[in-house]
T-cell receptor, first 113, second 114 residues
């Protein structure tokens, strides 16, 4: 089945640790996105990538880093510089840059211990 | 980044009732999207609107693209328990520095009592 997978479903981070969230898609989509979701707020864009080996900062990129070495994969690293990392993280992909065709993964919930 | 003003924030209704929610903004949009998110899952696209004044239905769901291009509403008729979830609007900016960007509303949490 085609789709987007995110792992793990839940992730715990200790203070000062970097953690990496996985996102894989087999939809052959060119563009991939990372969003952060907090209670009572809409999705906020962290980073996006329109093509392999290229990515752009979104509205809240500070404390996060990404890579796009393969078309299918767009991992997100939450660094120790992100002071409030507890949130639900959603990955999405779309056909080229047609954002209205975005498909979302099931999400990863990150909790800080 | 900008956010859309989505209301109401939450709704508690009885099964069978109709539901209405809306999004407004000071910005103009080319496209309006409505998503539903089940607990612990990613959002799923319900309806996409591409033209001012457009009225589109998907089963019991009906959405409209406002004439001013600054607002949109979603109606759900004859609600059922599986309608429970968070509903998000999202708008694709038509111009300015946010051109081409997708902005999401804060979400409407819908609870349906059997």
């Amino acid at each position: 089945d085609g789709g987007i997978t995110q792992s793990p479903k839940y992730l715990f981070r200790k203070e000062g640790q970097n953690v990496t969230l996985s996102c894989e898609q087999n939809l052959n989509h060119d563009a991939m996105y990372w969003y952060r979701q907090d209670p009572g707020q809409g999705l906020r864009l962290i980073y996006y990538s329109q093509i392999v080996n290229d990515f752009q900062k979104g509205d809240i990129a500070e404390g996060y880093s990404v890579s796009r070495e393969k078309k299918e994969s767009f991992p997100l690293t939450v660094t120790s510089a992100q002071k409030n990392p507890t949130a639900f993280y959603l990955c999405a992909s779309s056909i080229n840059n047609v954002q209205e065709t975005q498909y979302f993964g099931p999400g990863t919930r990150l909790l800080v211990l | 980044g900008q956010q859309l003003n989505q209301s109401p924030q939450s709704m508690f209704i009885q099964e069978g009732e109709d539901v209405s929610m809306n999004c407004t903004s000071s910005s103009i949009f080319n496209t309006w999207l409505w998503y539903k998110q089940d607990p612990g899952e990613g959002p799923v696209l319900l309806i996409a609107l591409y033209k001012a004044g457009e009225l589109t239905s998907n089963g019991r769901l009906t959405a409209q693209f406002g004439i001013t291009r600054k607002d949109s509403f979603l109606n759900i008729s004859a609600s059922i328990p599986s309608d429970v979830g968070i509903y998000f609007c999202a708008g694709l900016h038509a111009g300015g520095t946010s051109y081409g960007k997708l902005t999401f509303g804060q979400g409407t949490i819908l609870t349906v009592h059997p």
